[in-house]
């Protein structure tokens, strides 16, 4: 049986039980998830051809660093980049390198940063320089698969009605939804409770209440859902090699709906796509 609990009287390890934030709680995930969303507003202009991924990262380190905020990717069960870095077929968990970015690549770049012991957690889609139209359509879908997904969060809904938007729409575009992984309840913790599944039915999972706060990371492919990770043990890839594409926000569940707290200050919340 599901149970809640105030975050406030919480230990701090993902017992199952879900979190519920107050004033306090929201306020501190807005500043740390500003700070995120203010990173990737700046790696906007740097995506190109020609820029490696461990480039990237030691931006995304050094901007945590300058701004009092530490990766928390950054040997987390032995990873050791401060964001994923996840190009064309890599669905997630991609790991910065020195291998230079393509023209027509398109690359997911995934930052969490802690600020004052809070999480702040989003990803974005950047297309280096010109991109084919079938990968310019799989990050329209992707896109907008987060934000049917996020149109779902309501208080007293089960979080099946995420999932379930999240899939009727992309399987309508004729795109798969990955299984393996999900959106995951954050706050003061990195990984928390609930599970937050990218399809099912919307009588599925748990009821959403006011003070929840947690991931909604849609991973669609142009082709079948089915997935592999390499033996590097994080790299998880499409089987059949097909483009891959991910939008992460963070959303904290209010009385009336939810608040999206990483959207982008410059509004660069789907780079390089039409408004």
Same mark, same amino acid.
């Not at 009287?9 to 203010?38: H, S, V, W």
């Not at 950054?74 to 291998?99: A, M, Q």
């Not at 974005?124 to 896109?143: D, N, Q, S």
């Given at each position: ?36 969303? !203010?990173?990737?507003? %700046?790696?906007? @202009?740097?995506?190109?051809? &020609?820029?490696?991924?461990? /480039? $990237?990262?030691? +931006? ?87 934000? !049917?997904?996020?149109? %779902?969060?309501? @208080?007293?809904?089960?979080? &099946?009605?995420?999932?379930? /938007? $999240?899939?009727? +729409? ?94 982008? @200050? ?8 039409? /408004?």
């Amino acid at each position: 049986m599901v149970t809640y609990l105030d975050a406030a009287t919480a230990p701090l390890r993902n017992t199952g039980q879900i979190r519920l934030y107050g004033e306090d709680g929201f306020a501190g995930m807005r500043k740390a998830c500003d700070l995120t969303a !203010r990173c990737l507003d %700046a790696l906007v @202009p740097m995506v190109a051809p &020609g820029v490696t991924t461990d /480039a $990237i990262d030691r +931006f995304v380190f050094e901007f945590g660093m300058d701004h009092g905020a530490l990766p928390a990717t950054l040997n987390y069960r032995g990873y050791t980049k401060s964001s994923c870095t996840s190009i064309n077929h890599v669905v997630c968990h991609g790991i910065p390198d020195n291998k230079p970015l393509k023209d027509g690549d398109i690359v997911n770049i995934d930052v969490t940063y802690i600020l004052d012991g809070w999480h702040g957690d989003s990803s974005r889609m950047y297309p280096v320089g010109t991109i084919k139209r079938a990968a310019e359509r799989l990050l329209e879908v992707t896109h907008e698969c987060l934000m !049917r997904g996020i149109a %779902a969060v309501r @208080p007293g809904a089960r979080t &099946g009605a995420i999932g379930a /938007a $999240i899939q009727t +729409f992309a399987e309508a575009e004729r795109c798969s939804v990955v299984r393996d992984f999900c959106g995951h309840g954050v706050g003061q913790l990195f990984h928390d409770a609930p599970n937050i599944l990218h399809y099912g039915s919307a009588n599925e999972g748990v009821e959403m209440r006011p003070g929840m706060i947690f991931t909604i990371e849609p991973m669609i492919n142009l082709g079948r859902p089915h997935v592999k990770v390499l033996s590097d043990g994080w790299t998880a890839v499409t089987r059949d090699r097909s483009l891959s594409a991910q939008y992460e926000h963070t959303i904290g569940v209010t009385d009336t709906g939810c608040e999206i707290f990483t959207l982008s @200050p410059k509004n660069l919340d789907r780079p390089g796509l039409p /408004a």
